[in-house]
C-alpha cells in the first residue's frame, strides 16, 4: 500500500473554510467523498507503518461533520481532517494524531484527556522518578524530532502537592503531549507517511514511560 495527501485536499479545505454551509457542501459532495476517500487511503497506509514499529490496534478518522448543539460557532463542517491512531491497550497506552489543514498540519503523539486517575498515577511517578522522565526527555533524537513537552497546565500546583515540590514543572501539566507541525510542502511529500512513522518511533520512549507508569503500581508490580 502505498497513498499520499495531494494539493486537491487542501485545495478542498481552503475551500470550505471560505463556504462552510450546507449548500456550498451538498453541491460539492462528490468532491468531497473523492477527498476523502484518499484521506482515509493515506491513514491506512500510516496505520500499516505503525503497526510495524508499534502495538496498533485500530485508527479512526473523524468525520467532517461539526456538533454544534453546546458551539457559538455554527459552522457546520470542520475545515481539517484529523485521525486518531489507538495502540493495544491495556497494555500499551497512549495513542498518535494526525491533522490535516492548510498551514497548520501537525502529528501528537502522548495523553490528551487522561482521567482524572490516569492523571494521579502519572504525577505519582514523576514524584517518584521525575529524574528519569527528565532524563528521556532530553535523549537528542527524541528533542530534535519533536521538541519538549507540550499540553494545558494547572496555574498552580496538583491538590496534595506543595507548590515548591522540585518538579512543580511537570506536575502541573494535566495533558502530555509531542507536537510536530509540518508545512504544506511537507505534508505533500510522497514520503509524508514514512516521516510520520520515523517521527513516532522517535518518541516511542516518550510513550513507554507512560505506559509503564499507567500499568504498574509504585512498587513496580504489573496491575494489569
Not at 501537525?106 to 532524563?135: C, H, M, T
Not at 535523549?139 to 507548590?163: H, I, N
Not at 494535566?174 to 512513522?197: P, T
Amino acid at each position: 500500500m502505498k497513498s499520499h495527501i495531494t494539493k486537491d485536499v487542501l485545495d478542498f479545505l481552503k475551500l470550505l473554510s471560505k463556504n462552510n454551509n450546507r449548500d456550498w457542501f451538498n453541491e460539492n459532495k462528490t468532491r468531497f467523498k473523492s477527498v476523502e476517500s484518499q484521506v482515509k487511503l493515506f491513514h491506512a497506509e500510516i496505520f500499516e507503518r505503525l503497526s510495524k514499529i508499534d502495538y496498533m490496534d485500530s485508527f479512526k478518522l473523524f468525520r467532517i461533520y461539526r456538533d454544534v448543539r453546546f458551539s457559538h460557532d455554527k459552522s457546520p463542517y470542520k475545515t481539517h481532517f484529523g485521525c486518531s491512531f489507538r495502540r493495544e491497550k491495556p497494555a500499551y497506552r497512549g495513542g498518535y494524531y494526525v491533522h490535516i489543514k492548510p498551514n497548520e498540519s501537525f502529528v501528537a503523539v502522548g495523553f490528551w484527556e487522561p482521567n482524572s486517575s490516569d492523571l494521579k498515577r502519572i504525577r505519582q511517578e514523576l514524584d517518584y522518578e521525575a529524574s528519569g522522565f527528565r532524563d528521556m526527555m532530553n535523549d537528542k533524537k527524541l528533542k530534535t524530532v519533536w521538541g519538549g513537552l507540550q499540553g494545558e497546565q494547572l496555574k498552580t500546583a496538583p491538590r496534595d502537592f506543595a507548590k515548591n515540590h522540585p518538579d512543580i514543572d511537570l506536575l502541573r501539566y494535566k495533558q502530555f503531549l509531542l507536537i510536530k507541525n509540518f508545512a504544506d510542502e511537507e505534508l505533500l511529500q510522497e514520503s509524508f507517511a514514512q516521516n510520520v512513522s520515523d517521527s513516532v518511533a522517535a518518541a516511542r520512549p516518550f510513550v513507554d514511560w507512560m505506559s509503564n507508569a499507567l500499568t504498574t503500581n509504585l512498587n513496580g508490580e504489573s496491575i494489569i
